[in-house]
C-alpha cells in the first residue's frame, strides 16, 4: 500500500513498514501543510496515512477523505515508542478503510 508518515511520526518508522511504499509529508514538500489539505492531497496519492495525532479525528471529519487514517497511540512519539506499534500496524492496514480512522496502541 502506498502510505504517507505525517510530519510529526519520526521518518526512520519508513524503515520498518516494509511492504509498503511510504512517503513522509517532508518528502512530499508537504511539512507545512495543515490537515484538512494536507488529507485531501494525500487522498490523491496515497491510500493510508499515518499519524501520531490523537485529536485529528475532532479535528477533520474523516469521512469526507478518500483515505485510511491510522493513529498510532504509543507512550509517546518518540520512535522507539512507535516501533512497538509495528506488528500491530501490520495486522490493521489491511483492515484500514477510507475515512474511517483505525487506533494503534490503544
Known amino acids: 500500500m502506498k502510505v504517507l508518515l505525517d510530519e510529526c511520526v519520526d521518518w526512520r518508522l519508513s524503515r520498518e513498514l516494509l511492504g509498503h511504499e511510504v512517503k513522509t509529508a517532508r518528502q512530499m514538500g508537504w511539512s507545512t501543510i495543515k490537515h484538512e489539505e494536507l488529507l485531501s492531497l494525500a ?3 496515497f ?3 499515518v499519524t501520531v495525532d490523537r485529536n485529528l479525528s475532532f479535528q477533520q471529519h474523516l ?3 478518500d483515505i ?3 493513529v ?3 507512550k509517546s512519539n518518540r520512535l522507539a515508542d512507535l516501533q512497538l506499534l509495528v ?5 490493521a492496514i489491511g483492515a484500514a ?3 474511517a480512522i483505525t487506533l494503534i496502541g490503544v
Open 43 to 45: 487522498a490523491k496519492e
Open 47 to 49: 491510500e493510508v496515512f
Open 63 to 65: 469521512p469526507t477523505f
Open 68 to 70: 485510511a487514517v491510522i
Open 72 to 74: 498510532l497511540c504509543g
Open 87 to 91: 506488528p500491530e500496524f501490520f495486522s
Open 97 to 99: 478503510r477510507p475515512g
